[in-house]
């Protein structure tokens, strides 16, 4: 079998593996997207380095993503007393340090980014959502 078709053949082999994973998130009602199972049982990025079709081509490269349906309400929409919207902001005013103090920068921290979810107590449990446009590292140069 030559190395192309040894690549075809693996690519192929992939994209059937994530068809049938994601098929399978489907019968179960998870909301995944076009991921692989070995990528979703870690919950990490992968990356996935094919190589060349022959001397002139470049590596292909394909990262894959974990999206996790995050049940409760986004903050632009929540609808709770002013003072528990006041511990809300300051609890995510407090995650949001605390990211910056292992200098991950979410970069578009707005109400639609956060969601609420209930926990049985007064005040739910935050999650920050999309890091899109976040950055790590020191924001000021050096």
Do not use: W
């Not at 991921?35 to 022959?54: A, L, Q, T």
């Not at 999206?67 to 709770?80: D, F, Q, S």
């Amino acid at each position: 079998m030559s190395s192309t078709k040894m690549i075809a053949h693996s690519v192929e082999t992939n994209f059937q593996n994530e068809v049938v994973f994601q098929n399978y998130a489907r019968q179960m009602n998870k909301p995944l997207d076009f991921i692989s199972p070995d990528i979703y049982s870690i919950g990490k990025i992968r990356s996935y380095k094919y190589s060349p079709i022959d001397d002139d081509s470049p590596d292909y490269r394909c990262l894959f993503i974990i999206m996790e349906h995050i049940p409760g309400v986004i903050l632009k929409n929540a609808i709770y007393s002013a003072e528990n919207m006041k511990d809300i902001y300051e609890r995510v005013d407090e995650i949001n340090g605390k990211m910056k103090s292992v200098l991950l920068h979410h970069n578009d921290l707005h109400s639609s980014n956060i969601i609420l979810s209930e926990n049985g107590s007064s005040t739910p449990d935050i999650c920050i959502i999309d890091f899109g446009e976040a950055a790590c590292g020191p924001t000021e140069k050096i």
